[in-house]
């Protein structure tokens, strides 16, 4: 479906951005970007958005449920983001993906 291929699409970017982000800002930049909260949230994030994108590909009867999951893990994420200044552009995104992987889950 339409709805299935946009939420697809918003946790694979999300993945990408999480994780590229995690791998090379924050590692490189060190200091709050680093701290076990913050770098798990991001992690964490990552991980479920390419779970989630998998379970719909696969058509999986479980892939609402991961979708909840997902939309929970990209709201902790974007709120850990929202406390450094220079991750306003991965907070949007989790958003972004949040309410995508919400739609899908029938929440909204």
Known sequence: SKEMQSCVDECLRCYQMCFGMAMTH??????????????????????????????????????????????????????ECDALPDMKDCAAQCRRCAEACRKMAGQK
Do not use: W, Y
């Open 26 to 79: 924050c590692l490189e930049t060190g200091g709050d970007h680093v701290k076990p909260k913050h770098f798990r949230a991001m992690i964490s994030c990552a991980e479920m958005c390419r779970n989630a994108a998998h379970m719909m590909l696969m058509k999986s009867p479980q892939a609402r449920h991961i979708c909840e999951d997902c939309a929970e893990a990209c709201e902790a994420c974007a709120k």
